[in-house]
C-alpha cells in the first residue's frame, strides 16, 4: 500500500511503522510509540488519527507540555512538536508531522476523538484521554491540573474571612516593628507581599534574584506567628513547614534562614522569644515533606493522610513540576495555607508544566482590585501605584506579589542589566549592554574561534581576570575559575597525621571555594555540550598541574547527586568534592572519600565513599538546569555552535542570574545568543485558564466589603 496522509490515518498497520520510523529516528520516544500501541491493542477499532494524537499526547508530555495543543499542532506540526530541522546527512527520512497532517481542520481531529468514546472523554471519567476544549490530555495530567485549580481556588475564596478577622491596628503595629515607619519611598513591595499574604490562605511571592524573597518570607512568618500568639499566654504557634525542590535549595533557604530569623526586630520579652521560637530554621525537600516512597510516585502523605501543618513554604517553586505540586496540595489539609516563593522568568520544571510561571502571569501589572487597595492601605499604609489597580483583576491577580527592586544587582550592574535586558526578549537591548560603552566590570564576552582552548583556559581554569573591566577598586577581589579550589586543596592540605577536625575544616574550605565558580552548558551533547567540557576541563586542568583526572574517581573531581538518597542523607542536586583523605588507618596514609556539606548549611562535612555513589555525574560543567536553586560568584556560560530549540530567553536568565558577582559569556559562534533570546518556552496547559476563568474580584464574594 503506498504511503499517504489518508492511509497513514485510516490504517492502523501504516500507521505503526511511521511510528517506528519516528521512534528510530529520535523524533518520538519509545514510550509514546508504546503508548499507541497499547491503546491500539485495547481498543482495535480506534481511528489510527486518534492513536497518532495520543502519541503526541505523550511526546509533548516528553517536552515539559502538560497537554497537546490541538490548534497549535495544526498551525504548525513541526514547530509544535519542536522537530529538528530537515537532515542533510543523504538518509531519506519518514514522512514528517506536517507532510502527514496538511489539510486537517480542529473538527476533522474533534470528530475522529468523538468515534473513540472507550479511549477519550471530556472531563471526568475512566478514559485514559481528556479533551478539554482543545487540549488532549493523559488523564493523569488533567487530573493533576484540576486538582491543583481546584486546591487553590479554595484558599483564593478564604481570603475575604481571613482579611475581616485580621485586626487593621494590630497588623500595623507589627508591619512597623518588622519594617519600621512607612516611609517616603513607598511602596514597599516587602511590607506589601506581608500584608497580603497575612490576609489570605494562598500567596505566591516572585522576584528575581536579590530581591528580598527570604527575607520577606522571613518576616511574613514572624508577622502570622505574631499575630497569631499575641493575646494567648500558652496558646500553640503556628505548624509551619518549609520546603525546597531540591536538596541544593533547600541547604541554602536553611541557611539563609537561620541569619535572618536571629536578625528579626522583635520585642526583648517573652511573645518575642516565643515568636523568634516558633519560626522554624530547618528546610527539607519537598520529597521528603511528603514522606517519599522508595521506588514509588506515591507518598505517605495524601488526601486521606494530610501534613499536621498550618502553613508550608516552598522555595524555588519554579523548580517544581505538575505532578509534584499536585501531590503537595493533595497532601496539605484544607484549612492549611500555602505560600510559594520563587522567580517567574526562570526556567520552569525539568518535568511537565509550569505551575509558577502560569501563576504569575499578569504578576508585572499586579491588576489587584480597589477594595484590596483599601484594606491594604488600611492594614499596613501602603499605596499601591495607581497602574496596577484594576477593576477586572481576577482573584488569583489579589495573591501574586513581584517584588520589585534588586538589593544584589544595583542599576550599574551589567549581570543586572542584561538579565533584564534577556527577559525583555529585544537582541538589540541586549547588543547594548555589551557595547553600550559603560563600565561593565562585572561582564565579559569571550568569542571562542581558532584559540578556542587558550581562551577555555583563561576563563575556566584562571577566572578570566584580565577579560573584566578594571571596576576602579585596583588590586580588588578578581574572579576566579575551577583552579581556585585545587590550589586551596593543595596548599592547605593538613598532612597526613592531621586530625579529624583540621581535615573537616580542609574540605569545609575546598568545598567553599569550589562553589565560587562553575561552568554551565546549553546541551549535555556536541563539542559546547556538558561531556565534552568536562572532559576539555578534566584535561586543562591536568596541563597546568592541578588535577591528575585517572580512572573514575580521582582526588579533587567535583560531582553531583542526581537522585534522591535517603539512606545517605543526599538529595538530588547536592555538590560534592572527592578528596584524598588522611587516615591513618589506611596503608598509605590515605583513603579517597567524598566530602559533602553539612545539609543543614552547618560547617560540618559528610564524607561519603565513593563506592556507595550511585547517582552522580562530574560537574567541572553543568547543564543551566542542573544550576537551578544554585549561586556562584563567577558564572561562565558556553553556548553551543549551532541553533538549539533548548536555548531560550528564560534559559540564558536562568544563566544569567546564578552569578552574584561575575558573568562570562563564552561563544564559539556568533547570532547563536541573539537567537536564543527571542526565543521563549510556551508550554501547553490549561491550568492558568482555569484560574482565570472565575469572576472579576469586585463583583466576587472573595472580596473585602
Same mark, same amino acid.
Given at each position: 500500500?503506498?504511503?499517504?496522509?489518508?492511509?497513514? =490515518?485510516?490504517?492502523?498497520?501504516? @500507521? +505503526?511503522?511511521? &511510528?517506528?520510523?519516528?521512534?528510530? $529516528?529520535? !523524533? #518520538?520516544?519509545? *514510550?509514546?510509540?508504546?503508548?499507541?500501541?497499547?491503546?491500539?491493542?485495547?481498543?482495535?477499532?480506534?481511528?489510527?488519527?486518534?492513536?497518532?494524537?495520543?502519541?503526541?499526547?505523550?511526546?509533548?508530555?516528553?517536552?515539559?507540555?502538560?497537554?497537546?495543543?490541538?490548534?497549535?499542532?495544526?498551525?504548525?506540526?513541526?514547530?509544535?512538536?519542536?522537530?529538528?530541522?530537515?537532515?542533510?546527512?543523504?538518509?531519506?527520512?519518514?514522512?514528517?508531522?506536517?507532510?502527514?497532517?496538511?489539510?486537517?481542520?480542529?473538527?476533522?481531529?474533534?470528530?475522529?476523538?468523538?468515534?473513540?468514546?472507550?479511549?477519550?472523554?471530556?472531563?471526568?471519567?475512566?478514559?485514559?484521554?481528556?479533551?478539554?476544549?482543545?487540549?488532549?490530555?493523559?488523564?493523569?495530567?488533567?487530573?493533576?491540573?484540576?486538582?491543583?485549580?481546584?486546591?487553590?481556588?479554595?484558599? =483564593?475564596?478564604?481570603?475575604?474571612? @481571613? +482579611?475581616?478577622? &485580621?485586626?487593621?491596628?494590630?497588623? $500595623?503595629? !507589627? #508591619?512597623?516593628? *518588622?519594617?519600621?515607619?512607612?516611609?517616603?519611598?513607598?511602596?514597599?513591595?516587602?511590607?506589601?507581599?506581608?500584608?497580603?499574604?497575612?490576609?489570605?490562605?494562598?500567596?505566591?511571592?516572585?522576584?528575581?534574584?536579590?530581591?528580598?524573597?527570604?527575607?520577606?518570607?522571613?518576616?511574613?512568618?514572624?508577622?502570622?506567628?505574631?499575630?497569631?500568639?499575641?493575646?494567648?499566654?500558652?496558646?500553640?504557634?503556628?505548624?509551619?513547614?518549609?520546603?525546597?525542590?531540591?536538596?541544593?535549595?533547600?541547604?541554602?533557604?536553611?541557611?539563609?534562614?537561620?541569619?535572618?530569623?536571629?536578625?528579626?526586630?522583635?520585642?526583648?520579652?517573652?511573645?518575642?522569644?516565643?515568636?523568634?521560637?516558633?519560626?522554624?530554621?530547618?528546610?527539607?525537600?519537598?520529597?521528603?515533606?511528603?514522606?517519599?516512597?522508595?521506588?514509588?510516585?506515591?507518598?505517605?502523605?495524601?488526601?486521606?493522610?494530610?501534613?499536621?501543618?498550618?502553613?508550608?513554604?516552598?522555595?524555588?517553586?519554579?523548580?517544581i513540576d505538575l505532578e509534584l505540586m499536585s501531590q503537595l496540595v493533595?497532601?496539605?489539609?484544607?484549612?492549611?495555607?500555602?505560600?510559594?516563593?520563587?522567580?517567574?522568568?526562570?526556567?520552569?520544571?525539568?518535568?511537565?508544566?509550569?505551575?509558577l510561571g502560569e501563576l504569575c502571569d499578569r504578576a508585572d501589572g499586579?491588576?489587584?482590585?480597589?477594595?484590596?487597595?483599601?484594606?491594604?492601605?488600611?492594614?499596613?499604609?501602603?499605596?499601591?501605584?495607581?497602574?496596577?489597580?484594576?477593576?477586572?483583576?481576577?482573584?488569583?491577580?489579589?495573591?501574586?506579589?513581584?517584588?520589585?527592586?534588586?538589593?544584589?544587582?544595583?542599576?550599574?550592574?551589567?549581570?543586572?542589566?542584561?538579565?533584564?535586558?534577556?527577559?525583555?526578549?529585544?537582541?538589540?537591548?541586549?547588543?547594548?549592554?555589551?557595547?553600550?560603552?559603560?563600565?561593565?566590570?562585572?561582564?565579559?564576552?569571550?568569542?571562542?574561534?581558532?584559540?578556542?582552548?587558550?581562551?577555555?583556559?583563561?576563563?575556566?581554569?584562571?577566572?578570566?581576570?584580565?577579560?573584566?573591566?578594571?571596576?576602579?577598586?585596583?588590586?580588588?577581589?578578581?574572579?576566579?575559575?575551577?583552579?581556585?579550589?585545587?590550589?586551596?586543596?593543595?596548599?592547605?592540605?593538613?598532612?597526613?597525621?592531621?586530625?579529624?577536625?583540621?581535615?573537616?575544616?580542609?574540605?569545609?574550605?575546598?568545598?567553599?571555594?569550589?562553589?565560587?565558580?562553575?561552568?554551565?552548558?546549553?546541551?549535555?551533547?556536541?563539542?559546547?555540550?556538558?561531556?565534552?567540557?568536562?572532559?576539555?576541563?578534566?584535561?586543562?586542568?591536568?596541563?597546568?598541574?592541578?588535577?591528575?583526572?585517572?580512572?573514575?574517581?580521582?582526588?579533587?573531581?567535583?560531582?553531583?547527586?542526581?537522585?534522591?538518597?535517603?539512606?545517605?542523607?543526599?538529595?538530588?542536586?547536592?555538590?560534592?568534592?572527592?578528596?584524598?583523605?588522611?587516615?591513618?588507618?589506611?596503608?598509605?596514609?590515605?583513603?579517597?572519600?567524598?566530602?559533602?556539606?553539612?545539609?543543614?548549611?552547618?560547617?560540618?562535612?559528610?564524607?561519603?565513599?565513593?563506592?556507595?555513589?550511585?547517582?552522580?555525574?562530574?560537574?567541572?560543567?553543568?547543564?543551566?538546569?542542573?544550576?537551578?536553586?544554585?549561586?556562584?560568584?563567577?558564572?561562565?556560560?558556553?553556548?553551543?555552535?549551532?541553533?538549539?530549540?533548548?536555548?531560550?530567553?528564560?534559559?540564558?536568565?536562568?544563566?544569567?542570574?546564578?552569578?552574584?558577582?561575575?558573568?562570562?559569556?563564552?561563544?564559539?559562534?556568533?547570532?547563536?545568543?541573539?537567537?536564543?533570546?527571542?526565543?521563549?518556552?510556551?508550554?501547553?496547559?490549561?491550568?492558568?485558564?482555569?484560574?482565570?476563568?472565575?469572576?472579576?474580584?469586585?463583583?466576587?464574594?472573595?472580596?473585602?466589603?
Amino acid at each position: 500500500m503506498s504511503m499517504t496522509p489518508q492511509t497513514l =490515518l485510516t490504517h492502523w498497520p501504516s @500507521l +505503526r511503522t511511521l &511510528l517506528d520510523q519516528w521512534t528510530e $529516528r529520535g !523524533w #518520538l520516544r519509545p *514510550l509514546d510509540r508504546a503508548l499507541a500501541v497499547f491503546l491500539h491493542e485495547q481498543a482495535p477499532d480506534t481511528p489510527p488519527l486518534v492513536l497518532l494524537l495520543a502519541a503526541l499526547a505523550s511526546h509533548q508530555l516528553g517536552r515539559g507540555h502538560v497537554c497537546l495543543d490541538l490548534a497549535a499542532l495544526l498551525a504548525d506540526p513541526d514547530l509544535s512538536l519542536s522537530l529538528p530541522p530537515e537532515s542533510d546527512d543523504g538518509v531519506l527520512p519518514p514522512p514528517r508531522p506536517s507532510w502527514c497532517l496538511a489539510g486537517l481542520v480542529l473538527p476533522t481531529l474533534y470528530q475522529a476523538l468523538a468515534q473513540a468514546p472507550s479511549l477519550v472523554a471530556a472531563g471526568v471519567g475512566t478514559t485514559p484521554l481528556v479533551l478539554d476544549g482543545q487540549r488532549l490530555y493523559l488523564r493523569r495530567y488533567w487530573q493533576y491540573e484540576q486538582g491543583i485549580g481546584q486546591a487553590i481556588g479554595e484558599r =483564593l475564596a478564604m481570603g475575604e474571612g @481571613l +482579611r475581616q478577622a &485580621l485586626s487593621g491596628e494590630r497588623m $500595623r503595629h !507589627w #508591619l512597623d516593628r *518588622l519594617f519600621g515607619p512607612v516611609g517616603p519611598d513607598a511602596p514597599d513591595w516587602q511590607r506589601i507581599a506581608c500584608a497580603l499574604a497575612a490576609g489570605g490562605a494562598f500567596a505566591v511571592i516572585t522576584g528575581g534574584p536579590g530581591t528580598g524573597k527570604t527575607t520577606t518570607v522571613v518576616r511574613l512568618l514572624a508577622l502570622l506567628q505574631a499575630l497569631h500568639l499575641s493575646g494567648q499566654t500558652e496558646g500553640q504557634p503556628l505548624r509551619i513547614r518549609m520546603a525546597a525542590p531540591t536538596g541544593k535549595a533547600a541547604a541554602r533557604l536553611n541557611s539563609s534562614v537561620a541569619g535572618r530569623v536571629g536578625a528579626l526586630p522583635l520585642p526583648d520579652d517573652d511573645l518575642g522569644r516565643r515568636i523568634r521560637a516558633a519560626i522554624p530554621t530547618q528546610v527539607t525537600t519537598v520529597h521528603r515533606l511528603l514522606g517519599s516512597r522508595p521506588n514509588s510516585r506515591h507518598f505517605r502523605h495524601h488526601a486521606r493522610n494530610p501534613l499536621p501543618v498550618d502553613l508550608v513554604v516552598v522555595d524555588e517553586a519554579s523548580m517544581i513540576d505538575l505532578e509534584l505540586m499536585s501531590q503537595l496540595v493533595q497532601a496539605l489539609p484544607p484549612e492549611a495555607r500555602l505560600i510559594l516563593l520563587g522567580d517567574k522568568d526562570q526556567l520552569a520544571s525539568v518535568e511537565a508544566g509550569a505551575v509558577l510561571g502560569e501563576l504569575c502571569d499578569r504578576a508585572d501589572g499586579g491588576h489587584y482590585s480597589s477594595r484590596i487597595r483599601n484594606w491594604l492601605h488600611g492594614v499596613s499604609g501602603e499605596a499601591l501605584p495607581p497602574a496596577m489597580v484594576d477593576s477586572t483583576g481576577r482573584p488569583l491577580d489579589q495573591h501574586i506579589i513581584m517584588l520589585r527592586q534588586s538589593h544584589r544587582f544595583g542599576a550599574d550592574s551589567g549581570i543586572g542589566r542584561l538579565a533584564r535586558a534577556v527577559n525583555g526578549g529585544d537582541p538589540a537591548q541586549v547588543a547594548a549592554v555589551w557595547d553600550g560603552g559603560d563600565r561593565l566590570p562585572d561582564l565579559a564576552r569571550v568569542p571562542l574561534r581558532g584559540d578556542g582552548d587558550k581562551a577555555l583556559e583563561q576563563v575556566l581554569i584562571q577566572g578570566g581576570g584580565d577579560l573584566f573591566q578594571d571596576d576602579g577598586a585596583g588590586q580588588g577581589e578578581r574572579p576566579r575559575g575551577h583552579a581556585h579550589y585545587l590550589t586551596v586543596m593543595r596548599d592547605t592540605d593538613p598532612g597526613d597525621g592531621a586530625c579529624r577536625e583540621a581535615v573537616d575544616d580542609w574540605a569545609g574550605r575546598i568545598l567553599g571555594a569550589q562553589a565560587e565558580f562553575q561552568c554551565l552548558c546549553v546541551i549535555r551533547g556536541g563539542p559546547w555540550g556538558v561531556e565534552q567540557m568536562n572532559h576539555r576541563i578534566a584535561q586543562a586542568l591536568g596541563r597546568v598541574g592541578l588535577l591528575a583526572p585517572e580512572g573514575v574517581w580521582y582526588p579533587g573531581r567535583p560531582v553531583m547527586v542526581t537522585g534522591n538518597d535517603y539512606g545517605l542523607g543526599l538529595m538530588n542536586g547536592d555538590m560534592g568534592v572527592a578528596l584524598s583523605m588522611p587516615d591513618p588507618e589506611a596503608p598509605d596514609g590515605r583513603v579517597l572519600r567524598v566530602a559533602f556539606p553539612a545539609a543543614d548549611g552547618s560547617p560540618r562535612v559528610r564524607w561519603i565513599l565513593p563506592s556507595r555513589l550511585g547517582q552522580v555525574e562530574t560537574v567541572f560543567a553543568m547543564t543551566v538546569h542542573k544550576s537551578q536553586g544554585s549561586e556562584f560568584r563567577h558564572t561562565a556560560l558556553v553556548l553551543p555552535d549551532a541553533p538549539s530549540p533548548i536555548l531560550t530567553r528564560e534559559l540564558i536568565y536562568t544563566a544569567i542570574t546564578r552569578a552574584s558577582r561575575w558573568f562570562s559569556l563564552l561563544m564559539p559562534r556568533a547570532g547563536i545568543l541573539e537567537a536564543g533570546v527571542k526565543r521563549r518556552v510556551l508550554r501547553s496547559s490549561g491550568l492558568k485558564g482555569a484560574l482565570l476563568s472565575t469572576k472579576p474580584v469586585e463583583n466576587s464574594v472573595e472580596t473585602m466589603s
